[in-house]
């Protein structure tokens, strides 16, 4: 019963923007760190960020610094992605994950089926 939904992935052209949600079920989202993380065809998957239970962001590469953020809504039991100057390299499937812990770091206990943002002119 514990689920989480990705939604929001589009088909993008460079510089645009898109906001990714991940969608929360069985399991009250507040009391968790969530990540979002991403893979590119041929790639392994990767972090992107994650925001802990006490909305403290932690960014995994240096690549998305100055251009996501992540977020929280937790009457709607959502987490969001903001991507703002898309990037062909930014194409890839994005999960979120859920931390068994309120801590970023503690690895993933369940994963979304993932989106797919496609960025290219």
């Known amino acids: 019963q514990v689920q989480l939904v990705e939604s929001g992935g589009a088909l993008m052209q460079p510089g645009g923007s898109l906001r990714l949600s991940c969608a929360a079920s069985g399991f009250t989202l507040a009391g968790y760190a969530i990540g979002w993380f991403r893979q590119a065809p041929g790639k392994e998957r990767e972090g992107v960020l994650c925001?802990?239970?006490?909305?403290?962001?932690?960014y995994y590469r240096d690549s998305v610094k100055d251009r996501f953020t992540i977020s929280r809504d937790n009457a709607k039991n959502t987490v969001y992605l903001q991507m703002n100057s898309l990037k062909p390299e930014d194409t890839a499937v994005y999960y979120c994950?859920?931390?068994?812990?309120?801590?970023?770091?503690?690895?993933?206990?369940?994963w979304g089926k993932g989106t797919l943002v496609t960025v290219s002119s």
């Open positions: 994950g859920k931390s068994p812990t309120r801590t970023c770091g503690s690895g993933i206990d369940r």
């Open positions: 925001i802990s239970a006490n909305d403290y962001i932690t």
